[in-house]
């Protein structure tokens, strides 16, 4: 069992006694209960640490590698702590009927829960066994606008590494400019890279690079998409990652390694290039990867002539070709790829508008582009070629 | 608190506390020795030690205070089998469909992992190597060093595959601890990764004064015959369970009885009976099994006139007795025989038949 650092605040037998509005109370619960890890044998890590201060509370669950903690308006008739089964707690919150919920703490640990008519006690552990949880940094923090991180993450996280040996690709890399953020993520297949241009970071150096272990990035995800916030307040420290997206703070603990160096990779002079419907591509990919070889989902694209041909074949399917018109007059090339990261791109980008696929030659990394990218954002993904 | 509460082996000790001392700490190192030689509890101290955080000096080598947060709640996980029960607790409050795929894992720090092999099988298994590949290349978030400490070489196949990867390439800020009463057990593979330090077996006089010191419940003469069965581990000897020793021990006579003297069938296959399938009657048997092993040995040292190590001691006239009645080949027959019913029992052989085909093979 773990020990906080952090002593109880109140030594004759605690006590906390709370009433809150239960719209208030799920939003919070709802946001912080993802880190609630369900798999574990650490009793303490499936509780809420519920703390009430003078103006309101805050809860705070964590899974050791990362906690998010959030404050809710209350009002305070005892203030204290005590932790809660958190598991339990949201299901039982989530079936309460809208009005005030009143959470009091017992003796041994008991928590007694009243809304209207109902009346439940549930038991959590001691205060004392909470993890502490790292505090948000006071130094050297960087605004970062929620909308902007919230398409930097949606359009690379596919593409982060699901391999557990390569631990250095498990999260995607967060590269901070004075006037530009990007993110890059690969699992050395492919590599997803996007940049926006037109921030304004004042205070960070020439650069500054910060691996974001995956399970952070979804959690990140999560919190900006129920915000209302225009930015969040991103810090780091030695070992931990912090966000505060409005009253919410997320930290995650660092990875270690070294990210690969992608900026060799992205290729220079793909020089031969189409431009096709993304609907188009996104469909007549999904029909003829059918007949794809199951393991490797090759395809072969073969451009010549004004056409792009799609075509797959396996000894147990069959074999399909689709075409799709479009403008080309370089000389013709034949690459194999694999349909399922084609799709990936496709679907990132919403299946929307015009994309531009450019080669080198059969044995090169094609890359994809959006076509109609917006002047600010620019996105590209780099796909290793298959032989087929 | 610190490593003066460490008993015997200070050769080995201060050689890790001089590694602690260079910042040279093994990233990967194996901590052998028999049962209850204190391997856990000097893998717990190592961690404190390298994470203290008012480190204290003793002899010019790093110790710990064990009372810094971080002592604290490194030195919660000392207590194993407290610890490995609560999990287990909240494991079974789980949902079903979690139940199966979730592990039994030790984490009173967040940078120290302690992974117990996961009943029932008592294997290390898979699922505990990952969380360990997917944490150890976090930074650590309170500690200096991170611990990983492996308490059984008993893996899974797949499991011990599994970690060749870390072991070879481990982080910087971590240590992978592999505890075992037989190297032999761990892959060559695991073994040629990690270096291993040794824990032997402490003299009897020292274990005797021990036990007279902290086991006053006890009266002399079972602690002297503890001294003696406790084989020269500390631990052992400190929570010897001398009921259930004298159980497995009685049970044992009854082979040997059979075996030796006039056969008595009925009397045997009641004995057997008892020894049913299951986690219970796999610990069941495996005390059996050592209770005769360690009866063979005094058997042995009664025939070839050195009594004096007898660890029996309450039993020396029965065996000097039955001593009389066997001789050296049958003495290695019988241990075969245990031996080869030990490995039957890891290849799930219905356990009463097996003990009863070796209990007659026995027989003269």
């Keep these: ?388 | 608190m610190g490593f003066a509460d460490f008993l015997g082996n200070e050769a080995t000790v201060r050689h890790l506390r001089e590694a602690l001392a260079a910042d040279r700490l093994p990233h990967s190192l194996i901590l052998a020795g028999p049962r209850g030689a204190g391997k856990y509890t000097l893998a717990i101290m190592l961690a404190q030690a390298a994470n203290c955080l008012s480190p204290a000096e003793t002899d010019g080598l790093p110790d710990f205070c064990g009372v810094c947060s971080n002592c604290e709640r490194i030195g919660q996980a000392a207590d194993l089998n407290a610890r490995v029960d609560e999990a287990l607790a909240a494991r079974d409050e789980l949902r079903e469909v979690d139940k199966k795929e979730t592990r039994i894992l030790v984490q009173t720090h967040p940078d120290v992992l302690v992974i117990p092999p996961d009943p029932p099988q008592l294997l290390i298994k898979l699922g505990q190597v990952r969380t360990l590949i997917r944490e150890i290349y976090r930074i650590p978030a309170q500690a200096r060093r991170a611990f990983y400490i492996f308490t059984s070489s008993a893996f899974m196949k797949e499991a011990a595959n599994s970690l060749l990867k870390v072991l070879e390439e481990p982080p910087e800020h971590a240590s992978i601890l592999l505890l075992t009463e037989n190297p032999g057990e761990l892959l060559p593979t695991i073994r040629s990764r990690a270096s291993t330090f040794r824990l032997g077996a402490i003299p009897l006089e020292e274990i005797e004064a021990l036990l007279a010191q902290r086991r006053t419940d006890w009266k002399p003469a079972e602690r002297a015959l503890i001294a003696r069965l406790a084989e020269g581990a500390v631990g052992r000897a400190l929570s010897f369970d001398l009921a259930g020793y004298l159980a497995s021990r009685a049970d044992a006579l009854v082979i040997l009885r059979n075996a030796t003297r006039e056969p008595d069938y009925s009397t045997l296959f009641r004995m057997t009976e008892t020894y049913r399938a299951g986690a219970e009657g796999q610990e069941k048997t495996a005390g059996l099994l050592r209770a005769f092993h360690a009866l063979l040995e005094d058997l042995l040292l009664l025939r070839e006139g050195a009594p004096h190590l007898v660890r029996n001691i309450d039993l020396q006239k029965e065996l000097a007795a039955l001593a009389d009645g066997v001789t050296l080949a049958w003495i290695e027959a019988a241990a075969r025989g245990a031996q080869a019913v030990e490995s039957g029992m890891r290849r799930n052989l219905l356990r009463s038949l097996a003990l009863d085909s070796f209990a007659t093979q026995l027989v003269r």
């Design chain 1, 1 to 388: 069992m773990l020990v906080g650092v952090e002593q109880e605040k109140t030594v004759q037998g605690a006590s906390m006694e709370i009433s809150v509005s239960r719209q208030d109370l799920l939003r919070e619960l709802t946001a912080t209960q993802s880190v609630v890890e369900r798999k574990t044998t650490i009793p303490i890590l499936s509780n809420f640490l519920f703390e009430a201060g003078d103006d309101g509370i805050t809860i705070t669950a964590t899974d050791l590698d990362q906690s998010i903690r959030t404050t809710c308006a209350a009002k305070v008739k005892k203030p204290g702590s005590c932790t809660i089964p958190a598991r339990k707690l949201y299901d039982y919150i989530k079936l309460l009927p809208e009005g005030d919920i009143s959470i009091k703490l017992l003796d041994n640990h008991w928590v007694q829960i009243r809304s209207g008519r109902s009346n439940t006690k549930m038991v959590g552990m001691a205060r004392a066994n909470f993890p502490q949880v790292p505090e948000f940094p006071e130094a050297s923090i960087t605004r970062i606008p929620v909308a902007s991180l919230k398409s930097l993450i949606s359009k690379t996280i596919f593409a982060i590494s699901n391999e557990e040996s390569r631990y250095t690709l498990n999260g995607a890399l967060l590269i901070l400019k004075a006037e530009s953020i990007a993110m890059v993520a690969t699992d050395g297949h492919r590599l997803a890279h996007i940049e926006k241009s037109g921030e304004d970071f004042p205070g960070i150096g020439p650069e500054k690079k910060t691996l974001i272990p995956r399970k952070a990035l979804s959690e990140l995800q999560s919190l900006l998409s129920n915000t209302d916030a225009e930015a969040l307040d991103f810090a780091d420290d030695d070992h931990t990652l912090y966000f505060r997206i409005g009253a919410r703070v997320l930290t995650s603990r660092k990875l270690t390694g070294q990210f690969p160096n992608y900026e060799a990779v992205l290729p220079r002079d793909n020089n031969k290039f189409v431009v096709v419907r993304s609907e188009d591509l996104s469909g007549s990919i999904q029909r003829v990867a059918q007949f794809a070889d199951e393991r490797s989902g090759a395809i072969r694209i073969r451009i010549e002539q004004n056409e792009l041909k799609i075509s797959s074949s396996s000894t147990e399917t069959g074999e399909s070709e689709d075409t799709i018109d479009s403008p080309y007059t370089f000389d013709p090339i034949v690459v194999g790829f694999n349909s399922a990261y084609l799709l990936d791109f496709l679907k990132a980008i919403g299946n929307t508008g015009e994309v531009r696929l450019e080669f080198k030659d059969s044995q090169s990394a094609g890359q994809m582009r959006p076509e109609d990218g917006s002047e600010d954002y620019k996105y590209r993904y780099i796909i290793m070629p298959m032989r087929i």
